[in-house]
């Protein structure tokens, strides 16, 4: 089913949780919404799901409006971060239990709530698990029955506000990739929270970047990731380089050195320009910005040089693939670096 969100507001007190929010979500589609803590990425999940009123604004199911209809109404799965299972339950019956308490018109008897528990299993690849109970579960299997639990209702849409955030980094990793697989397969219209980007990056078709309750941007991962809409964005997306300088006839320059980099802006105004660590290369004298090396770190495959640049405030980082026979500038050689991928925001 497809979401449209029509400019929603929810204030708490003296906050604008959410500030006018336009969002749409196609059918099938699997969006992320990305932002730090206090963005408002669970009180928009809270309004779709209907468990949170919005002060203004529309929200549609398809072409219905769905603003005042009740949480059951809306017919939407939902897993949290710390959603728990029901623990006096088994696994099958955790997942049967949206079916089961469906008024009896609409309830499916019992083999076919049974079949449909045996097929949500054998999805979430648990097939031998249903007698289970959720303490004899890892973290990771519990995040799983969750999500049968949320999707055997045939959900309108599934939230899933932030659900691997409690598991370690490298079960975090297998999930998002079992996740996307698993929406490969069923199509469903999913809203995923989180506040990490590169799961954001990895997992969605396309991703929402939220600031105080504002989209900052929407897109694909390739377009945020190499086109991002504002500083704000660049720098929440990857580690960002950060240097001063001024821009003017399509040029940037930066105080007290010779190097111009062809720039969009036209206008004469002071500017900061972002480039990541492994988008500056070391070139010859004259060719790059003179930079005094501080330290270097490996970390695997790669090299960190902490550089010192006359005149700016911040120092830089730039990375350098850790070949065997590479050769570190040692600490205090001068070096001369080049951005080569690079934005530019006007202050
Ligand atoms: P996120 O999920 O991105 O961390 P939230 O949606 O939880 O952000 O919160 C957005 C903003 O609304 C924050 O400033 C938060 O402090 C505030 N907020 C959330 N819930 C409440 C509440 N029940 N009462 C007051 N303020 C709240
Ligand atoms: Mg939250």
């Known amino acids: 089913m497809d979401l449209h969100l029509k400019a929603i507001a929810k204030r708490y007190a003296n906050v604008a949780a959410l500030d006018a929010v336009d969002l749409d979500v196609a059918s099938g589609e699997l969006v992320a919404l990305l932002g730090p803590s206090g963005s408002g990425k669970t009180t928009l999940l809270r309004v779709i799901a209907g468990l949170l009123p919005p002060d203004s604004g529309r929200l549609l199911f398809g072409q219905n409006d769905a603003t005042r209809l009740s949480l059951r109404e809306r017919n939407v799965g939902f897993v949290f971060q710390h959603y728990a299972l029901f623990k006096h339950m088994t696994v099958a019956e955790n997942i049967a239990f949206g079916l089961r308490s469906r008024p009896r018109a609409r309830r499916p008897d019992k ?42 209702i045939d959900p309108t849409v599934l939230l899933l506000d932030e659900p691997f955030g409690a598991l370690d980094a490298k079960v975090r990793v297998e999930l998002r990739r079992w996740l996307r697989r698993l929406h490969d397969q069923t199509g469903q219209t999913t809203l995923f929270v989180t506040h990490d980007q590169e799961e954001a990056l990895e997992l969605a078709d396309r991703v929402v970047v939220l600031k105080d309750g504002r989209i900052e941007q929407i897109g694909t991962p390739d377009e945020i990731y190499s086109a991002p809409a504002s500083a704000y964005v660049f720098d929440f997306i990857g580690r960002a380089n950060v240097i001063d300088g001024q821009t003017e006839g399509g040029e940037l320059s930066i105080d007290g050195h010779g190097l111009r980099l062809p720039v969009d802006v036209h206008s004469r105004s002071r500017a900061r320009l972002y480039v990541r660590p492994h988008d500056m290369a070391l070139v010859g004298a004259g060719e790059g910005l003179a930079a005094r090396v501080i330290s270097s770190h490996r970390l695997a495959e790669r090299i960190t040089l902490e550089l010192n640049v006359e005149g700016q405030t911040r120092p830089l980082e730039l990375d350098l693939v850790a070949t065997p026979d590479a050769v570190t500038p040692a600490a205090g050689s001068l070096i001369h670096v080049r951005p080569l991928r690079y934005r530019v925001y006007s202050d």
């Open 111 to 152: 083999a076919t709530i049974a079949k449909r528990v045996q097929e949500l299993l054998g999805l979430i690849q648990l097939p031998e698990l249903g007698a289970r109970y959720p303490e004899q579960l890892s973290g990771g299997q519990k995040q799983r029955v969750a999500l049968a639990r949320a999707l055997a």
